[in-house]
């Protein structure tokens, strides 16, 4: 089905052809429409227009409301102020586009006129080592916006970016060559090591070899020369460094799934993946100019970019060692996702903390011309994750919190808030546990996300469960309460979700109808922003709304007219489809009963 036109996008149409039919000369024209608390919609674009063209705001206003085709789309249209236009919408119009929605699986919303291919860079943890809170939100908020860009038609390529490569692999692979054991493990029933078991193996032997590289010239000499065998590509070598990585996936792998999100091997691409192609990024840039040698490291200097004390401070592509930094493997990075991959936007989802380092790396790219109009780069910087205290989150002793901890401790709070209503609604035990799940990761997902990005959030699992309040859960209960109205309904067998274009809507109905109606645009602007926070608020408000209109519109007791509860059940039953959308695009499960 073909996507279904917003009230808003219609009913701007009308105002700006009659705006062309007014000033002729004045070429296509924005009539700059917005919700507005005076009526449906207000259109402010005409006291611009007005005093460019020399004329009376009000009379012009007055002209181009003669003109405007009102249908059955516009009920009322309202000349207000120095020329701004109230302008209210017909019940019929309104009902009319939501059963349109109603009728297609993707609710009406369009696809992208024009879609490319992004490549987004989030979710980078570090081989042989823990996950903590600080990867939660790269984690969070790519995996958002893969499915909010993959929804409106855009072709994505997710890329993890893993820490699996560095000096610190000789000192772990040394040691493993002389303690060849300490990765043989098999659950004694023969089973598949755990990922947490994976881990306490990762983190014994990382500590066992930082003790002896501490405390042994020669073991510390030998860790040095393995390092410069991991960089020559020596076979053995290899081998064990891939164990490290392996035996990492199997952890990674196993928090991603507590994170209830979908991680393929194929995306996996760590700096190790570009390798074979520092070499040739450092001579594309030293043969263009665009870097140049400076006490003998390849740098590349920008005007703005100085040091504390006034110098310029360059961004290192090699080190005057010959070795590569991270800005050679980055600028290697967005080659291969711009000339293999064929992307037309890159998105790194990365603290703000870095955002000079890809500052200076995407001007470098630019200069190099990998990056163009038509290629560009962005970053999705996000703040920091803090304890109530609003220092940055760490546990009693100082320590930063591990990923796996805070999950289980948000399931498990989430698992006693939904076992006090079990017995209510008639949840089994097996249906406790599931939906504890549910509702805890969506609930630490929906702090995360209902910020936008770029701010730092408080942790407090204490509210982030609460039933009332900007949470997810509130989201997963609104949509719960209107499937169990649904299911109500359906047993007293005498009415079903209709919808009745030719009903007077009450004033919580049309407050409803309109917010439904909105959905496609906000996906579009989400799209286009980066920003799953307003996907967030879009919902919050909805549930807000649905919980005034069943306040205030009874749908099943006390029994309303047979057409009159059949639209209302319409309207629940769109409300409950579109938050379910909606929650799923942020990765947030939707339980049928909670």
Known sequence: MASVPSLASSVNQRVAD???????????????????????????????????????PRELATTVVEGIDAGDLIKEIEVSGPGFLNITITD??????LAARAADDRLGV????????????????????EMHVGHLRSAVIG???????????EKVVRRHHIGDWGTQFGMLIQYLMEHPHELDHKA??????????????????????????????????????????LQAGEAQTLALWQRFVDESKIYFYSVFNKLDMDIQDPDVVGESGYND?????????????????????????????????????P?????????????ATDLSAIRDRVGNLGATELIYVVDARQSLHFKMVFETARRAGWLNDEVKAVQLAFGTVLGKDGKPFKTREGETVRLVDLLDEAVDRATAVVREKAEKVGLSEEEIIENGQYVGIGAVKYADLSTSASRDYKFDLDQMVSLTGDTSVYLQYAYARIKSILRKAGEAGDRKPVAHPELEL???????????????????????????????????????????????????KPEPELVVGENRLFLCELTARTLSKGMSLLGIRTPEKL
């Open 92 to 97: 019929r119009a309104i009902v009319e586009t």
């Open 110 to 129: 369009p696809l992208a006129a024009k879609p490319g291919t992004t490549v987004i860079d989030y979710a980078q943890p570090n081989v042989a080592k």
């Open 315 to 327: 961004l290192i592509v090699q080190k005057s060692d010959g070795g590569f930094g991270y800005a």
């Open 143 to 153: 995996a958002a916006m893969v499915e909010i860009l993959e929804f409106t038609g």
């Open 506 to 556: 009450a004033p919580a109905e049309r407050a409803l109808g309109l917010h439904l109606d909105h959905f496609g645009e906000l996906i579009a602007e989400a799209a286009a922003d980066h920003a799953p926070h307003k996907v967030a608020a879009y919902l919050y408000q909805l549930s807000s709304l649905f919980a005034t209109f069943y306040e205030q519109c009874p749908v099943v």
């Open 188 to 229: 004694e029933d023969g089973a598949e090591v755990s990922g947490e078991e994976a881990m306490s193996n990762l983190n014994r032997l990382y500590k066992a070899s930082r003790t002896l590289f501490d405390s042994d010239e020669e073991f510390k000499t030998r860790a040095r020369a393995r390092v410069v065998d």
């Open 277 to 313: 192609m520092l070499v040739e990024t450092c001579k594309l840039l030293e043969d263009s100019g665009v870097a140049v040698r400076s006490n003998g490291a390849l740098c590349v200097f920008f005007d703005d970019v100085k040091g504390p004390d006034g110098n310029p401070t």
């Open 18 to 56: 009659a705006l062309a039919s007014a000033l002729p000369d004045a070429g296509a024209s924005d009539p700059l429409l917005r919700r507005s608390d005076r009526a449906d919609f207000q259109a402010n674009g005409i006291l611009a227009l007005a005093k460019k063209a020399k004329a009376n």
